[in-house]
């Protein structure tokens, strides 16, 4: 039967052998709904295409309005989708048979066995879990080297001479990229609307180009990714990081030959434990965890807003006028958005998220932004990372705290505030850091409904002490942008 590949299953692994008839639809309508990044529309389009070339007759490319307007007259099975508007679609077609998902590490049986009967779904405990059932980085019942966790040895502050991990094999654009550029050059000119600049293409499109970078990963990257995993640099947005996040979520490669060649790095004495551990515990751990979390958390998660955040997205954040603002971590982290469609996860959890969390934006909104913002942003991916971790929007169902600091934690991860207008340490004055008092304005706002939770006592007892907070919060009220 003709397999339907969504634009996000596009490695050989969502195919049961290389003969299979394939489909694949490139639909319109999904950029006229949202406004999505230049380079995010760019890489899904490229990929796409990309494996309509490779497959070549094997596969009916269709380049029409809408999924429906691509479906042939014939039946069709298609792995479970990503999304539950996609995952809607599919099940109401009486000609599609819907499989099993696949790209990821863990099946959905497996985690509701282990989540049923739970109090708490914790990270920790689901990746061990995992760790075990598919003896990754195990030396029989036990954890190699002893231990499960090395997140102690993997939180350096940035090196002060930069970390100069070598850079990845560059993408070279062919004629699809260009094409897609045309493309999408006319649909701007025919109204379709795009956030973010336009650039060279910086993330693999086909499963040659992400393996390329996986393997130089493995080798030259993964031995620094560990210790300096949570640090920022001004003028090193990649630091060691794989840059993989969107071959994976474009179903390239398949995360567990991820796993597993990182494991073999440290086997063979290529890679430092600590690194590769690191590594597996955010790719069969956390990405396996907020996967099956999207599922488990039913369909209401989205809106889910516990601390009653109401707030806009201002005007200079949606649109990514980063050039309009003086707090050099925000001003960096947005520019990077604007020009790459990608920054690591500590700007994305620490600045930007932590920024709106302090501010009272809606989680829903900046899950929005978020989505369509980052060239590896889907549904299911976002809401828990954006609305669980980042805005503590589920009151706790992910995390044991909201992930809310002051500049003190910037300062101490990345070499920003040296080149600030403010003063990380300053929670009033002219040269009050936006995130210091930000943190404090957070805390005041909050503190009846965080005050049960036992990792806010301190904290909050500190905010009882401070003599100020009415100045804070006052000014913190009229700061528009910082
Ligand atoms: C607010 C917020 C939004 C995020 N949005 C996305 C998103 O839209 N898409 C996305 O793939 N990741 C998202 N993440 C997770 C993480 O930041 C990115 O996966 C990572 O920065 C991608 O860069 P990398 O490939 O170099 O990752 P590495 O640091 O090299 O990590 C290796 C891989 O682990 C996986 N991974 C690590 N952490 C997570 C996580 N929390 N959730 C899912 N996968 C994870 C990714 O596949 C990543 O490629 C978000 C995190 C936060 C806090
Ligand atoms: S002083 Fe505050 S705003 Fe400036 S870089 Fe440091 S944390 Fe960011």
């Known amino acids: 039967m003709r397999r339907w590949l969504f634009a996000d299953q596009l490695g050989e692994h969502f195919l049961d052998d290389g003969e299979q008839p394939v489909l694949l639809i490139e639909s319109k309508a999904v950029f006229r709904r949202r406004v999505f990044h230049r380079q995010k529309a760019h890489l899904v389009l490229s990929a796409l295409r990309h494996r309509a070339a490779e497959l070549g007759a094997r596969a009916l490319f269709r380049q029409v309005e809408t999924y429906r307007d691509g479906l042939p007259d014939e039946p069709l099975e298609v792995c479970h989708p990503t999304s539950r508007p996609a995952a809607r679609l599919v099940r109401a077609l009486s000609t599609v048979h819907v499989l099993p998902p696949r790209g990821f590490c863990t099946d959905p049986r497996a985690f509701t066995e282990w989540a049923d009967g739970r109090k708490a779904l914790r990270l920790e405990d689901f ?34 001479a930069g970390l100069d991990a070598p850079a ?40 040659a180009e992400a393996s390329a970078r996986l393997r130089h990963f493995l080798v030259e990257r993964l031995p620094l990714f560990g210790p300096y995993e949570d640090a920022m640099l001004a003028r090193d947005p990649w630091m060691a990081h794989s840059m993989l996040s969107p071959a994976f979520n474009l179903g390239l490669l398949d995360p567990m030959d991820a796993v597993r060649a990182a494991e073999a790095a440290y086997r063979r004495g290529a890679a430092p434990l600590s690194s590769v551990e690191g590594f597996v515990r955010q790719l069969l751990g956390w990405r396996d965890y907020v996967w099956h979390l999207y599922w488990r958390f039913g369909p209401d998660y989205p809106r889910a807003n516990a601390l009653r955040a109401t707030g806009r997205l201002p005007g200079w954040f949606a649109d990514l006028r980063a050039d309009d603002l ?15 469609g990608w920054v690591h996860h500590i700007p994305r959890l620490m600045v930007l998220g932590n920024y709106g969390l302090q501010r009272g934006w809606h989680p829903g909104a900046l899950a929005d932004w978020f989505h369509r913002c980052f060239v590896d942003g889907y549904a299911w991916v976002m809401v828990t990372n954006v609305v669980g971790m980042s805005q503590y929007a589920d009151g706790g169902a992910m995390t ?8 003190a934690y910037i300062d101490r991860m990345s070499d920003y505030c040296g080149g600030c207008v403010y003063h990380p340490k300053h929670r009033t004055g002219d040269d009050a850091c936006p995130y210091t008092a930000g943190y404090w304005a957070f805390l005041a706002r909050n503190a009846q409904r965080l005050a049960d939770n036992h990792r806010m006592r301190r904290p909050l007892s500190g905010l009882e002490r401070l003599s100020d907070v009415d100045e804070v919060i006052a000014r913190e009220r009229t700061r528009r942008v910082p």
């Open 168 to 207: 990845p094999p560059a993408i070279v654009e062919d004629e699809i990229d260009a094409e897609v550029r045309a493309d999408l050059d006319r649909w701007e000119r025919e109204g379709i609307r795009f956030v973010g600049a336009d650039g060279p293409r910086l993330f693999p499109a086909t499963a």
């Open 326 to 340: 003086r707090a050099a971590c925000l001003r960096d982290v947005l520019a990077g958005v604007r020009d790459r």
């Open 400 to 407: 044991t705290k909201p992930y809310a600091a002051g500049g």
């Open 127 to 160: 990746y061990r879990h995992a760790r075990r059932a598919h003896g990754v980085l195990m030396d029989g019942p036990e954890p190699a080297g002893g231990r499960w966790n090395y997140d102690h040895d993997n939180r350096e502050p940035p090196p002060r």
